[in-house]
C-alpha cells in the first residue's frame, strides 16, 4: 500500500482561495492518471477533478467547474488542487488518489483508486 501524502487544507472564508498539494510515492507516477475526491459529513464522497499521465485530459465534477484548477509535476511525484471562489458546500475531507494497476482515468469510481492519503480538511465559512 503506497502513502500519499495531502496538504494545504485550512479554514477560509466564502471567496478564498487555497491549493493542495499531494505527494504521492508510487511507481511509474508519470504513467498514472491522479485524482481529487472529497467528502463531507453527511454527504456522499464526490470525485472532484482528475488529470491525465500527459495532462492531455483533465475532468471535473459539476459543482467545480470554472473554481478548481488540477495540475501535476511529474519531476516532483505531485499534483495539486487549485481551488478558488470557494463556497462552504466545499467544505469536506479532501483525498488525492490513484490507481495501482491501470493508466486510465476511467472508471474513476472510489474503489478504482485504491491508492490515498489521509486526507486534508477544507472548511469554508459563509
Known amino acids: 500500500q503506497v502513502q500519499m501524502v495531502e496538504s494545504g487544507g485550512g479554514s477560509v472564508e466564502a471567496g478564498g482561495i487555497l491549493r493542495l498539494s499531494c505527494v504521492a510515492p508510487?511507481?511509474?507516477?508519470?504513467?498514472?492518471?491522479m485524482a481529487w475526491f472529497r467528502q463531507a459529513p453527511g454527504k456522499e464522497r464526490e470525485r472532484v477533478a482528475l488529470i491525465s499521465p500527459s495532462e492531455n485530459i483533465t475532468d471535473y465534477a459539476d459543482s467545480v467547474k470554472g473554481r478548481f484548477t488540477i495540475s501535476r509535476d511529474n519531476a516532483k511525484n505531485s499534483v495539486y488542487l487549485q481551488m478558488n471562489s470557494l463556497k462552504p458546500e466545499d467544505t469536506a475531507m479532501y483525498y488525492c488518489?490513484?490507481?495501482?494497476?491501470?493508466?486510465?482515468?476511467?472508471?474513476?469510481?472510489?474503489?478504482?483508486?485504491?491508492?490515498r492519503g489521509q486526507g486534508t480538511q477544507v472548511t469554508v465559512s459563509s
Open positions: 488518489a490513484t490507481k495501482s494497476w491501470s493508466s486510465l482515468c476511467f472508471p474513476d469510481s472510489w474503489g478504482a483508486y485504491p491508492w
Open positions: 508510487v511507481p511509474a507516477f508519470s504513467e498514472k492518471c
